[in-house]
């Protein structure tokens, strides 16, 4: 059984920073691209960051670059996200994920669409106040 797990959200005013962590148990996967999505109310899932297998290279959309850092320890099984200089249109359910389909993957950058990532949190909610 495969449980991932996010901890770390909250409710935070504008500027703030937050670290979100995600465990994962039931499976190794430091071989695996893990990845961190959101979804406001009203929005569809979308992509935030991912992290290759071996801890680079990583991957943001636009509008998070500057201010969310990945990261990984594999050790742990576990992926990190670091926020900071929280927006108040950064404020979202945010789930952890893994891609099992990266495992056979040739490409350079980590896996950055929902399609590709199999395994999901439950989430961890960001409230970011004006």
């Known amino acids: 059984q495969v449980q991932l797990v996010e901890s770390g959200g909250g409710l935070v005013q504008t500027g703030d920073s937050l670290n979100l962590s995600c465990a994962a148990s039931?499976?190794?996967?430091?071989?695996?691209?893990m990845g961190w999505f959101r979804q406001a109310p009203g929005k569809e899932r979308e992509f935030v960051a991912s992290?290759?297998?071996?801890?680079?290279?990583?991957f943001y959309v636009d509008s998070v670059k500057g201010r969310f850092t990945i990261s990984r320890d594999n050790a742990k099984n576990s992926v990190y996200l670091r926020l900071n200089n929280l927006k108040p249109e950064d404020t979202a359910v945010y789930y952890c994920?893994?891609?099992?389909?990266?495992?056979?993957?040739?490409?350079?950058?980590?896996?950055?669409?929902?399609?590709?990532?199999?395994?999901w949190g439950q989430g961890t909610q960001v409230t970011v106040s004006s």
């Open positions: 039931g499976r190794i996967f430091s071989s695996h691209d």
């Open positions: 992290i290759r297998r071996g801890g680079t290279p990583t």
């Open positions: 994920a893994v891609s099992e389909k990266s495992y056979y993957s040739s490409d350079y950058y980590p896996a950055r669409s929902l399609t590709e990532y199999d395994y």
